[in-house]
T-cell receptor, first 115, second 109 residues
Framework: DTGVSQNPRHKITKRGQNVTFRCDPI?????LYWYRQTLGQGPEFLTY????????KSRLLSDRFSAERPKGSFSTLEIQRTEQGDSAMYLC?????????????FGPGTRLTVL | DAKTTQPPSMDCAEGRAANLPCNHS???????VYWYRQIHSQGPQYIIHGLKNNETNEMASLIITEDRKSSTLILPHATLRDTAVYYC??????????FGTGTRLQVFP
C-alpha cells in the first residue's frame, strides 16, 4: 500500500491554458475526494466520487472545472482557461466505507501556479 | 462553513502535553468530531475521532464534554515533529470534510 499519489506535484502554467491533474487513490478505496487549499486556509471541498459516480460538487467548482473517475480507480481534475485565482494546492483524498473510522487519506497535493 | 472554533495558535514545550481546544456548540446528534493535522507542505493526516465517549489511540486522546459542545485533543508528550496545523471538524459519519483555519501548534525545544 503506497498511499494516495498525485501527479504532477507542481505545475506552472500561463493564464488561459488548460491543466489536468491525476490522483491515484489507495487501492480498493471506493471513495475519492478533491479539495483545494490556498495559503493560510484549510482545505476546501470541491467534489466527491463513490466508485465512478460523482455524487457531490461544491459551488466552488465552476464550469471551468471538471473531474472524472472513469473506472472507479484513478481520477483526473481538469481546469480549463486557468485564471490567477486558480493558483492553489489541489489535494486528493480517498477512503473506504469498510473502515470503522471512515478516515480520509490524503495525497501530497499538486501545487498549481498560474502566471 | 466550518462549525468549529479553534484558537489560531498555541505553543508547547517538547515533552509536555499539548491540549488543543475546540468549540462546536451547534453539533448535531449524528455528527462526529474528527481531528486532522497538516504538517507543512503535506496533505492532512487523520488523528482521531469520536461521537460522545472519550477516545484514545497511539497518537492522541480526545476528550468530549458531556454536552458535546466542545472537545480537547491531547498529545501526551509533544515532540518537535508534532508541529503542525490541527483541524477540528464535525461531520456526519459519511460526509465530506469541512475544514476551518485550525490551530497552528508550535512545539519548541
Amino acid at each position: 500500500d503506497t498511499g494516495v499519489s498525485q501527479n504532477p506535484r507542481h505545475k506552472i502554467t500561463k493564464r488561459g491554458q488548460n491543466v489536468t491533474f491525476r490522483c491515484d487513490p489507495i487501492s480498493e478505496h471506493n471513495r475519492l475526494y478533491w479539495y483545494r487549499q490556498t495559503l493560510g486556509q484549510g482545505p476546501e471541498f470541491l467534489t466527491y466520487f463513490q466508485n465512478e459516480a460523482q455524487l457531490e460538487k461544491s459551488r466552488l467548482l465552476s464550469d471551468r472545472f471538471s473531474a472524472e473517475r472513469p473506472k472507479g480507480s484513478f481520477s483526473t481534475l481538469e481546469i480549463q482557461r486557468t485564471e490567477q485565482g486558480d493558483s492553489a494546492m489541489y489535494l486528493c483524498a480517498s477512503s473506504t466505507d469498510r473502515s470503522p473510522y471512515n478516515e480520509q487519506f490524503f495525497g501530497p497535493g499538486t501545487r498549481l501556479t498560474v502566471l | 462553513d466550518a462549525k468549529t472554533t479553534q484558537p489560531p495558535s498555541m505553543d508547547c514545550a517538547e515533552g509536555r502535553a499539548a491540549n488543543l481546544p475546540c468549540n462546536h456548540s451547534t453539533i448535531s446528534g449524528n455528527e462526529y468530531v474528527y481531528w486532522y493535522r497538516q504538517i507543512h507542505s503535506q496533505g492532512p493526516q487523520y488523528i482521531i475521532h469520536g461521537l460522545k465517549n472519550n477516545e484514545t489511540n497511539e497518537m492522541a486522546s480526545l476528550i468530549i464534554t458531556e454536552d458535546r459542545k466542545s472537545s480537547t485533543l491531547i498529545l501526551p508528550h509533544a515532540t518537535l515533529r508534532d508541529t503542525a496545523v490541527y483541524y477540528c471538524i464535525v461531520r456526519p459519519y459519511t460526509d465530506k470534510l469541512i475544514f476551518g483555519t485550525g490551530t497552528r501548534l508550535q512545539v519548541f525545544p
